[in-house]
Nanobody
Framework: QVQLVESGGGLVQAGGSLRLSCAAS????????MGWFRQAPGKEREFVAA???????????YYTESVKGRFTISRDNAKNTVYLHMNSLKPEDTAVYYC?????????????????????WGQGTQVTVSS
């Protein structure tokens, strides 16, 4: 049984930083893509970032426009874990952040933004940014 367990959420002031972690168990995702979505109160779940391996240790990272330059997604295959490093946080980043895992990889970033292409979800971790 695949489980994705997020950690690292919390309350932070605007301009601060957080690092989210998502540890996968039950299956290795070393060759598959992983990513993050978020859902703010009253809004739909939206794509934040995705990471897919290319060849060897090279990879592609995709981001939604609003977090480019502030968030960084990274992976540790030895730990079967994906991270989201969030800097310069803004109140509008407040949301529940969900880890996402895919059982395949595609070349187009639009594919990763589509919720139905996610195969496994974490339970979510709350991030609150105060102004």
């Amino acid at each position: 049984q695949v489980q994705l367990v997020e950690s690292g959420g919390g309350l932070v002031q605007a301009g601060g930083s957080l690092r989210l972690s998502c540890a996968a168990s039950g299956r290795t995702f070393s060759k598959d893509a992983m990513g993050w979505f978020r859902q703010a109160p009253g809004k739909e779940r939206e794509f934040v970032a995705a990471h897919r391996w290319n060849n060897g240790n090279t990879y592609y990272a995709y981001y939604t426009e609003s977090v480019k330059g502030r968030f960084t997604i990274s992976r540790d295959n030895a730990k079967n874990t994906v991270y989201l490093h969030m800097n310069s946080l803004k109140p509008e980043d407040t949301a529940v952040y969900y880890c996402a895992a895919y059982t395949k990889s595609e070349r187009y970033d639009s594919w990763y933004r589509t919720i139905r292409n996610v195969d496994f979800w974490g339970q979510g971790t709350q991030v609150t940014v105060s102004s």
